[in-house]
């Protein structure tokens, strides 16, 4: 499979000159599958661009289909939906049917108890208040999908979701296409106790890529640890590169890859931050938009 990530910061976009390389739309991340299946992960603003390249090709015309999962709900992850220009392509009859032959055709999915609440937060956020257009005037064919056992095959791949520690939750995801593998763990803290998620390790097993939340160094984690001032972010959801080497170790994953990067830091803090996390785990890369994986 080939994994693309499309929109790497946390919390909100960060534009401009010092954010370059790293990137700043917030996240997307985007699965080919062995068979050609399209998988999305999150509707950050990174989706915007994905979709005009989608444009480019069959979706431009309508004869596309992808299929969208999403970790959850915050505005990180949904706030690029409204621009996602495929979304917009189809045609209708006299009567109002969509015409298949001229209609993309995304299935959204969400968590057993957070799928029902998916499209009521899709829908509240084209809101007139927030956004001039509704969700109903989107022409393609959206189907919002509830993940039963939380597994669902689609062609080759199998996706599996389980739930991490986030404020209001979050589902990770395993993805497994053949003999590749890969874990997304975005918007993850790790246990206060010192252990490692259990469901995180599952997750993780052997994966050939673990996609990992590192918003903060431990300084900005804990920084009661570390004699210095400041509340830290603990609680907030959000865990560090050092914690994914961690986990990625214990699972057994080939690889490490960190992102939701924090708005506060530039290129020149990420490549720090890189560097500090490779000579604990030399295959950790600190994700940055556009970067391509083939596994
Ligand atoms: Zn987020
Ligand atoms: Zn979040």
């Known amino acids: 499979m080939r994994i693309k990530f499309w929109g790497v910061r ?14 700043g739309n917030t996240t997307c991340m985007e699965i080919l599958s062995a068979g050609k299946e399209r998988i999305i992960f999150d509707a950050g603003t990174g989706i915007r661009v994905l979709g005009l390249e989608l444009m480019q090709a069959e979706f431009g015309q309508g004869k596309g289909k992808a299929h969208i999962f999403f970790t959850h709900s915050h505005w990180d992850h949904i706030q690029g939906f409204p621009f996602f220009a495929p ?5 209708k009859d006299m009567q109002g049917n969509r015409l298949t032959d001229f209609c993309n055709e995304f299935n959204l999915y969400g968590a057993a108890d957070v799928g029902d609440r998916l499209e009521s937060t899709l829908r509240g956020q084209m809101d007139n208040y927030y956004f001039p257009v509704d969700l109903n005037y989107l022409s393609s064919s959206i189907n919002f999908r509830t993940l039963k056992n939380n597994q669902v095959t ?24 053949g003999n590749s593998s890969v874990a997304l763990a975005t918007d993850c803290e790790h246990p206060s106790d010192g252990t490692i998620d259990q469901n995180l390790l599952e997750l993780a097993q052997n994966v050939d890529v673990l996609i990992y939340d590192g918003q903060y160094t431990p300084e900005e984690y804990a920084p009661h640890k570390f004699n210095l001032p400041g509340p830290g972010k603990q609680g907030f959801g959000h865990s560090t590169a050092q914690e994914g080497i961690r986990a990625a170790k214990a699972a057994g994953a080939k690889r490490l890859l960190i992102t939701h990067h ?25 994700a940055r938009e556009g970067m391509t994986i083939e596994i």
């Open 10 to 23: 946390g919390s909100i976009p960060t534009p401009g000159r010092d954010t370059v390389e790293f990137g």
């Open 87 to 91: 979304a917009y392509i189809g045609r």
């Open 154 to 177: 689609i062609g080759s791949i199998t996706i599996s979701a389980l739930k991490l520690v986030h404020p209001n939750g979050v589902l990770g995801y395993r993805i497994e296409d």
């Open 262 to 286: 924090d708005p506060l830091h530039n290129d020149e803090f990420l490549q720090n931050m890189e560097n500090e996390a490779r000579k604990l785990f030399a295959t950790t890369d600190f």
